[in-house]
């Protein structure tokens, strides 16, 4: 489980900076960001209730 939120985020950052590098892509950096956040916050909680 950890892995796959691990190979998200990293997903996630890649789509972000992809958005703000390619000019016109604004949208898909912001995407990109919310995601990643809402990936980190799961993964956090995730291991709270685990431990």
């Not at 190979?7 to 703000?20: D, K, M, N, Q, R």
């Not at 960001?33 to 909680?45: D, E, S």
């Amino acid at each position: 489980m950890l892995t796959l939120i691990v190979v998200l985020l990293v997903v996630w950052l890649v789509i972000a900076v992809l958005g703000f590098v390619v000019k016109g892509l604004l949208w898909l950096a912001i995407v990109g960001i919310v995601l990643f956040l809402a990936t980190l916050a799961y993964g956090a909680i995730k291991r709270r209730v685990k431990s």
